[in-house]
């Protein structure tokens, strides 16, 4: 189920979009930088920054807490540290405010998946799977295109709730929403198995 997770959030989110106005574009990219692209895109950002932000936050730090305090904080304070360290330099308040928002929502969506599954394996997976898509330099969403960026999908609006503002579209409420989405899934996993 996780597996199929991992790609089913990152295409509900770019589907969703697809309500919005907005057009497609390509970028005019030449072969060598396109295959630069896709390996950064799969080796840095899926593989290692998905594997070492997981076992950090989830296998480390969660894992920490919990054994000093209790699993619903084990799940809470890494996802909201994760939150946090996502703002950068120069973000608006408001930007700050979604960005942790949004991170530490994603943040307890991996830890509920870590906690179902019993590995920081599956929440790695989906991380990857998320940063190779959404951020990786092959799909970009957002008010204006991004000439290195495979493909872009230029938004009509300029809302920062929709374009996600400093941040760019992890931080979008269609992110949130899709974060929001299968941490209740993990939830209730979690809890029909302690029911059973």
Request: one cysteine or more; aromatic letters at 12%.
């Amino acid at each position: 189920f996780w597996i199929i997770a991992a790609f089913a959030m990152p295409l509900l989110v770019i589907l969703i979009y697809q309500l919005f106005a907005g057009t497609w574009q390509q970028s005019t990219l030449e072969a060598e930088t396109l295959k630069q692209l896709v390996a950064g895109s799969v080796a840095y950002l899926g593989l290692a920054t998905g594997i070492v932000e997981e076992t950090v936050f989830r296998g480390i730090i969660m894992s920490s807490v919990e054994y000093a305090w209790n699993r619903k904080i084990a799940v809470i304070a890494p996802s909201v540290l994760f939150g946090c360290l996502h703002i950068e330099e120069g973000m608006s308040i408001p930007g700050m405010i979604q960005v942790v928002i949004a991170g530490s929502l994603v943040g307890i969506l991996f830890s509920l998946v870590t906690c179902y599954t019993g590995t920081i394996w599956y929440s790695a997976l989906m991380h990857g799977i998320w940063n190779c898509l959404m951020i990786g330099g092959l799909i970009h969403i957002g008010s204006a295109a991004d000439s290195a960026v495979w493909y872009n999908y230029v938004l009509d609006a300029d809302s920062f709730l929709l374009t996600g503002g400093d941040f760019g579209v992890e931080s979008s409420v269609i992110s949130i929403a899709a974060y929001l989405i299968f941490a209740v899934i993990a939830f209730l996993l979690l809890q029909k198995r302690k029911e059973a």
